[in-house]
């Protein structure tokens, strides 16, 4: 059975602290995922990654970055955090290049911000 | 002072009545759609999945139907139970990213 794991399932952090949020997957996935859920807005791409050491910007890439230095971890960082960013945080993995596969989430981090 | 916040599609039904739930797209450009089913505090599961060369898929209780004429896919359910609900997503895929729709709450009646 396919697993995504997110290290935290809740997490209070203050402003201006660095954020560290964890993701393993055990699938051999080559994509690798992160998005925030937000009422009303749906799942938004922040960062994603289709290999080691790859990134690439989603739609809201700002006031994060991302870390993939193994193929089944890819982290997410938040460099400065913000009272904004306390969100629902997903991370997902999905084969590369193969079109008729789902993604494949965890099931998040409740990330709070003070 | 008042605050106005989003709010998602509500749908509620009877237990054993069949559900549908709608989702419209934009872009032609994906040939790909996904449907999944995000229970309270949990990540989204996967529930079915469609290629845009087909017009409909079955899956145990549930059915995809896409119609690309007018850009429309629907997730019916058939027999709803109480675990059926939760919020309900399309998503279409462009690339390798995934588009996603804002969800529509289902919500079962005993």
């Known amino acids: ?114 | 002072g008042e605050s106005v916040g989003l709010h998602l599609p509500t749908l509620s039904v009877q237990e054993g009545d069949n559900s549908i739930i709608n989702c419209a797209y934009s872009n032609s450009a994906s040939d790909y759609f996904i449907w999944y089913k995000q229970e309270s505090g949990k990540g989204p599961q996967f529930i079915i999945d469609i290629r845009s060369n087909m017009d409909k898929r079955q899956g145990q209780r549930v059915t995809v139907l896409l119609n690309k004429t007018v850009k429309h896919l629907s997730l019916q359910i058939a027999a709803t139970q109480p675990g059926d609900s939760a919020v309900y997503f399309c998503a279409g895929l462009y690339g390798n990213k995934l588009v996603f729709g804002a969800g529509t709450i289902l919500r079962v009646k005993s």
């Open chain 1, 1 to 114: 059975d396919v697993k995504v794991t997110q290290s935290s399932r809740y997490l209070v952090k203050r402003t201006g602290e660095k954020v560290f949020l964890e993701c393993v997957q055990d699938m051999d996935h080559e994509n690798m995922f992160w998005y925030r859920q937000d009422p009303g807005l749906g799942l938004r791409l922040i960062y994603f990654s289709y290999d080691v050491k790859m990134k690439e910007k989603g739609d809201i890439p700002e006031g994060y970055s991302v870390s993939r230095e193994k193929k089944e971890r890819f982290s997410l960082i938040l460099e400065s955090a913000s009272t904004n960013q306390t969100s629902m945080y997903l991370c997902a993995s999905g084969p590369y290049r193969v079109s008729n596969q789902p993604q494949h989430f965890g099931d998040g981090t409740r990330l709070s911000i003070l």
